[in-house]
């Protein structure tokens, strides 16, 4: 089975704009969660989609937004990115097994933000 | 005080020797994944455990659900296991990780 894809891989943007990322999970896998690795906060969970819902949301601003489509690929949208928006974004899909996840992580995208 | 502490910070051996890495959490969960992450940035998923003992090539993770702690050992350490290990917890069919800090692992020649 083919992994995890994350498009873009490197991004930069600057500070005002908006920015859309993608991720295709494996095939099969319904859930796909979104997290945020920075140096300083390390890895963060944003929010997950499941069947085309958002299930959890982390702690974050509304400016952070995602919505997953009838094939399981996700998107997530920063919106008004700030300079501390710079950060490694990776995507994990997942399947259930005897009530637990494991989950499987894509490449990321490294978004840097001038 | 974080839901997810590992320790030590950043270890240093020489190739061949035995590994120790810590985690200890302490929230309820279901589950306890040790993760592997190179320079670059792509994580690897080494072992989800809810109990017990896993084994994996030269990689060994235990946990210790009553102490909430858990420990991943590398035996026979080699350079290409320099990297960042992270521990993360999940709760139920939840998706959400919590993450501890990482430990930077460098394995000299």
């Known amino acids: 089975k083919a992994g995890v894809t994350q498009t873009p891989r490197y991004l930069i943007k600057t500070r005002g704009q908006q920015v859309t990322l993608s991720c295709s999970p494996i095939s099969g896998h319904r859930s796909v969660s979104w997290y945020q690795q920075t140096p300083g906060q390390g890895l963060q969970f944003l929010f997950e989609y499941f069947s085309e819902t958002q299930r959890n949301k982390g702690n974050f601003p509304g400016r952070f937004s995602g919505r997953q489509f009838s094939n399981s690929r996700s998107e997530m949208n920063v919106s008004t990115l700030e300079l501390g928006d710079s950060a490694l974004y990776l995507c994990a899909s997942s399947f259930t097994l005897a009530g637990v996840n494991e989950q499987f992580f894509g490449p990321g995208t490294r978004l840097t933000v001038l | 005080k974080n839901e997810v502490e590992q320790s030590p910070q950043n270890l240093t051996a020489q190739e061949g020797e035995f590994i120790t890495i810590n985690c200890s959490y302490s929230v309820g969960i279901s589950a306890l994944h040790w993760l592997q992450q190179h320079p670059g940035g792509g994580i690897v998923s080494l072992f989800m455990?809810?109990?017990g003992k896993k084994k994996h090539g030269r990689l060994i993770a235990t946990i210790n659900i009553q102490e909430k702690h858990s420990s991943l050992h590398i035996t026979a350490s080699h350079p290409r296991d320099s990297a960042v290990y992270i521990c993360?917890?999940?709760?139920?069919?939840?998706?959400?990780?919590?993450f501890g800090k990482g430990i930077t692992l460098s394995v000299r020649p």
């Open positions: 455990l809810s109990s």
């Open positions: 993360a917890v999940s709760a139920g069919a939840n998706s959400k990780l919590t």
